[in-house]
């Protein structure tokens, strides 16, 4: 019966290895938020006018980028818990010879739960990155047709 119990935490461990995945991506993506950051604390002081008011508006989107982020890394966290708490249920109900499917399947919903939260905090912070990336349509030179 062990057997088959490791056979059945093979899919909850491969969950956890994905996780490790994107928890590497977002701690990537976390990283560079906060070097541009700094950067840009480091402009603040420096201009004034319209040049100014766009250094604010930076911040405060890597500030978002930042929350986003980290959102986002706690539910991964939590999710990766949680997957592994079921892998120790399904072998502790093996070793106690007592009935833990129906909790073990509660706390992996759970934990599908968290990954999906995670992952729509993650497509927001893209979002949010992509948004602050978008070039003015001015500085672009369309025609009236707009080519």
Known sequence: MIAQTIQLSLAPVFVLVALGHILNTLSARLSRVVDRSRELVGHHQATSGKEHDEVVWQIRLTDKRIALIGQSIRAMVLS????????????????????????AGAIFLIAVGLLMWGLILFLRETQVAAASLRVPRDLLELDEEGE
Do not use: K
């Open 80 to 103: 990766g818990l949680c997957t592994g708490a079921t892998v120790a249920i399904l072998f502790l109900e093996e070793i106690a010879g007592v009935d833990l499917q129906n909790v």
